[in-house]
């Protein structure tokens, strides 16, 4: 399971979405994430699909990996999904299933409609969605030093009203770039406690919980001991933030840019158009 986590991870390439300007990315993200929760009925969410998929070809990453790294929030999906089937629920349309549970004294009385079922469904589509294009856009296909360059540069407006903008964007890349370091000690202290006999996958969930206990401490002490490393390492190489700082590489956007922004702007507007003013009458 921690081998499949790939939130924070950078695949190198040359597709067109690596070749984007990072702040181009974070826009275009925005914009995405927008349509997904102004979404509301089929059509719109089929359009979500289709865009989220044509995106992941462009970025020439293996669908296997993104679905891959789906595998640890299914257990919130399956939570998402239960929710919605079984607690919303319109009394105007006949059940599609109803059923009489005892539970000790009591009676509880399960009832799962349609539009219980659609949203559920529709629901699960939002967060799938959510995770991979932003995924997609913020990690698999741009690196931490590029990424802080742009969430800088973005905020920079706020430098106006003394907010310490590259100490903000620092703090961010630092923390995706150390997500898949952390998952690596991870997996190698849980394997030197197999390797002396613990047991992580049996027993009850208690004894599962206790079981990790001893993983849990060498994990914080070896996260310090990291995060110490790290802060004397920029001290070292006299580190003092973003002030008077000039930069290698000049981030500069170029034509595919600008037509990805207006491709995701028109996209959104189609969004809004769908759901809103629904032409084809289709809502949940």
């Known amino acids: 399971m921690l081998k499949d986590i790939t939130l924070g991870q950078y695949f190198p390439g040359n597709s067109v979405i690596h070749r984007m300007d990072p702040r181009a990315k974070l826009i275009v993200a925005i914009l995405y994430i927008v349509a997904i929760f102004c979404a509301q009925n089929i059509i719109g969410f089929a359009a979500l699909l289709a865009v989220s998929f044509?995106?992941?070809?462009?970025?020439r990453i293996s669908i296997i990996t993104i679905l891959r790294g789906l595998k640890p929030i299914l257990f919130v999906l399956v939570f998402t999904a239960l929710i919605n089937i079984f607690l919303t629920g319109d009394a105007s349309e006949a059940p599609l299933w109803q059923a009489e549970i005892p539970i000790f004294s009591l009676v509880?009385?399960?009832?799962?409609?349609?539009?219980g079922v659609l949203r559920a469904v529709l629901t699960s589509v939002r967060v799938v969605v959510l995770i991979m294009v932003t995924s997609i856009f913020l990690t698999y296909t741009?690196?931490?030093i590029t990424l802080t360059d742009a969430i800088e540069?973005?905020?920079?407006?706020?430098?106006?009203?003394?907010v310490p903008?590259?100490?903000?964007?620092?703090?961010?890349?630092?923390a995706l770039r150390f997500i898949p370091t952390l998952i690596e000690e991870t997996d190698k202290i849980m394997n030197a406690q197999k390797a002396r006999g613990a047991d992580f996958a049996n027993g009850s969930l208690v004894k599962r919980a206790k079981a990790l206990i001893p993983v849990l401490v060498p994990l914080f002490v070896s996260a310090f001991k990291r995060a110490e490393d790290l802060a004397i390492a920029m001290e070292c190489r006299c580190y003092r933030g973003g002030k008077g700082?000039?930069?290698?590489?000049?981030?500069?956007?170029?034509?595919r840019d600008f037509v990805a922004l207006?491709?995701?702007?028109?996209?959104?507007?189609?969004i809004f158009y769908i759901n809103y003013l629904n032409p084809?009458?289709?809502?949940?």
């Open 54 to 59: 044509l995106l992941i070809l462009l970025s």
């Open 108 to 115: 509880w009385r399960p009832t799962i409609y349609r539009i």
């Open 142 to 144: 741009t690196s931490p």
């Open 153 to 162: 540069e973005l905020l920079a407006p706020l430098k106006l009203l003394h």
């Open 165 to 174: 903008v590259h100490d903000f964007a620092m703090m961010m890349t630092i």
């Open 245 to 255: 700082r000039t930069k290698l590489h000049k981030l500069q956007y170029h034509a």
């Open 262 to 270: 207006v491709l995701m702007c028109l996209f959104l507007a189609s």
């Open 280 to 284: 084809l009458g289709i809502s949940l």
